[in-house]
């Protein structure tokens, strides 16, 4: 199996990994929140801060108008410090900061006065506090691997310059860390406290009632009044916890203004437990050096407990993040091969869509089939024909046409002229119909370009393709116009000559119109020799083969737009664009492939997060059963 070492710094490796991503939660639980830490939690002037400094071995925090401790000042901790342990075989201590990476610091004086400045970077000088932390590591060969949360001191009272609502923020910050199911309690209290009134005790019995996750820590043993004790804590007669209380000796004012060094700190703490007549049979499980082994060994445990459900939050993670990945774009070549065939690849996608719009796969084709279905025929019978065959407009016409000598029979010349004005009246509606055509074609591919997901992470391609697929419609509805305005033209240039002989025999063998006629001619000899009902009945004549025109324009028209617009769309939208591209450089390729910054920071966040998840994963793999 896996050291106690290798285990607990591998979890340390990996909350600072998740550190640098931010990967500090979301509506699932991060794996940052699912990996153990231990948070010290401790009224002001508890000597908490002094008991994380013991356990370090350094002299770092902020004192005086303090960080850690209660002062005439007030609180000093003001933002929670995240202090990563790293156990290294030999060299030299250092520290590093998230804030100032790369930079290693090897004065621990520097580190408080950094501590002290990342602070009021935030605060201010002002009493106020901020939930953002400070993370801070520090690699030695005196500590054991260890994550350890330095909280603000809570507190009963605002001091002046401090908020009202200090109290019940430092309260919230403090619960926010040790609500977490995988934080362990740290709760530091002072000997000379009634340890019924402990601020870490009432809290963490509230947080963790069955006490599973809560080390009680007690300080300031040789600051106890002369003749009295606390072995009724440190043996869990006065409050019983799951696990064993620990005693500390910190520095006293005086250590601390003479410089003592920490490690021989430590060395007088033992020998502090190991004389005393009260704690001399508890000396092996008192001190500093004791804590950071009791705490490095539960966690260890605890992480064993924790491996395969810490294993389970990883491979869902990489699910997911693959899943994403997926859906906004792999990372792409950056040869012009690849480059080309991503283009390829993305007009394929856009074509697929647009097709579907079409073929009646997505919504939009159908609009088409109206055009021909409902707005043609209105328009068609809107036309105003019956104004242009009214009897009064034929008899000029057919006048105007016949010039100076009337015709003999059937004014051939004026049903011509009759015929080409009422056709032209066709050109309008069979043109609109391309227009509506045209729209609707330009509007599925502006729906297709949107609802091609690929396509969302190139803007400048986006672009390219929607200009390529508009000229391309373009140039198909100036065919389709052509080719309709064609259609009507063709039916004025050749007249059917068969409609109007039946017609005319149809008139002949009519007993009706025949005495009507002679009757017309004896009665009214002195009338003009073309009466209103010669001219109604060429009208009639005339409407009746424009009916049959109509007809027939009502079905070719429609074949001539979707063969000319429609069937070239889906053919060949794109072919224009594919000989474009064919010519472009690799340079050329590259810009059309720009994508938006925001979605390529989002790919490199990710794919920084998935290496991050899958090297955890082999890390717990390889250490979990060595």
């Not at 993040?321 to 991503?342: F, H, K, M, S």
């Not at 089939?369 to 019978?381: E, I, T």
């Not at 690799?586 to 790919?603: A, S």
Request: glycine share 6%; aromatic share 6%; net charge neutral.
């Amino acid at each position: 199996m896996a050291t106690m070492e290798s285990l607990i710094g591998l979890v340390n490796r990996i909350q600072m990994a998740c550190t640098v991503l931010g990967d500090h939660g979301g509506e699932d639980m991060s794996l940052w929140e699912a990996l153990p830490t231990v948070a010290a939690v401790g009224g002001q002037s508890s000597g908490k801060s002094s008991v994380l400094e013991s356990i370090v071995g350094r002299d770092f925090l902020p004192r005086g108008s303090g960080l850690s401790c209660f002062s005439l000042n007030g609180i000093v901790t003001r933002r929670p410090l995240v202090l990563q342990l790293h156990k290294i075989e030999r060299g030299t201590e250092y520290a590093e900061f998230l804030h100032a990476p790369r930079k290693k610091f090897t004065d621990f004086a520097i580190v408080r006065k950094e501590i002290e400045d990342e602070t009021e970077r935030l605060t201010g000088k002002s009493k106020t506090i901020s939930n953002r932390p400070i993370h801070l590591s520090i690699y030695s060969p005196n500590v054991v691997n260890l994550t350890l949360i330095d909280l603000p001191g809570l507190t009963k009272v605002a001091v002046e310059g401090q908020p009202d609502s200090i109290v019940e923020d430092i309260e919230m910050m403090v619960r926010s860390y040790v609500d977490k199911p995988n934080c362990i309690i740290l709760a530091i209290s002072p000997a000379n406290q009634d340890i019924a009134t402990s601020d870490a005790i009432k809290l963490a019995r509230e947080v963790d009632p069955s006490g599973d996750r809560t080390f009680g820590v007690v300080t300031k043993l040789d600051l106890m009044d002369a003749g009295t004790n606390c072995l009724d804590v440190l043996e869990g007669r006065s409050y019983k916890l799951q696990h064993p209380w620990v005693g500390i000796v910190n520095r006293s004012q005086a250590d601390i203004n003479k410089n003592v060094d920490m490690m021989a700190a430590r060395r007088k703490e033992q020998e502090y437990f190991e004389s005393s007549p009260d704690y001399g049979h508890l000396a092996h499980k008192m001190g500093s050096v004791y804590l950071a082994k009791l705490l490095s060994r539960h966690l260890e445990s605890v992480i064993r407990q924790k491996i395969p459900s810490i294993v389970a939050l990883i491979n869902r993670n990489i699910d997911e993040i693959n899943a994403e990945l997926d859906r906004i774009g792999r990372p792409i070549g950056v040869d012009g091969g690849a480059q080309l065939y991503t283009i390829l690849e993305m007009c394929r996608a856009f074509d697929h869509v647009f097709k579907e719009h079409l073929d009646g796969g997505r919504a939009g084709g159908d609009r088409i089939y109206g055009v021909f279905d409902r707005q043609l025929p209105a328009a068609l019978k809107k036309l105003p024909l019956e104004r242009h065959l009214s009897t009064s407009n034929v008899r000029k016409v057919v006048s105007e046409a016949d010039g100076y000598q009337p015709h003999l029979i059937a004014p051939e010349q004026g049903y011509r002229r009759l015929i080409d004005g009422s056709l032209g009246y066709f050109k309008g509606p069979a043109e609109a119909s391309v227009d509506a055509v045209h729209f609707i074609l330009k509007e599925l591919v502006r729906k297709s370009m949107a609802e091609t997901v690929e396509l969302k992470r190139f803007p400048s391609l986006q672009a390219e393709i929607a200009a390529a697929s508009n000229e391309a419609l373009e140039k198909f509805r100036d065919e389709s116009r052509k080719t309709v305005s064609r259609l009507v033209e063709m039916e004025s240039t050749y007249l059917t000559a068969e409609f109007f002989r039946k017609i005319h025999a149809e008139s002949d063998n009519n007993p009706r119109d025949i005495h009507k006629n002679k009757h017309s001619t004896t009665s009214h000899p002195n009338a003009d020799r073309y009466n209103d009902h010669h001219f109604r009945k060429i009208g009639s004549n005339v409407s009746a083969y424009i009916g049959m025109v109509c007809d027939t324009l009502k079905n070719t028209i429609p074949k001539a737009v979707v063969y000319c617009q429609v069937r070239e769309a889906r053919r060949s939208l794109l072919n224009l664009f594919y000989t474009q591209i064919g010519r472009k450089e690799k340079e050329q390729l590259g810009r059309m492939l720009d994508e938006d910054p925001m979605l390529m920071e989002k790919r490199e966040t990710l794919s920084k997060r998935l290496h991050l998840y899958k090297s955890a994963r082999d890390e717990i793999d390889s250490v979990s059963w060595k």
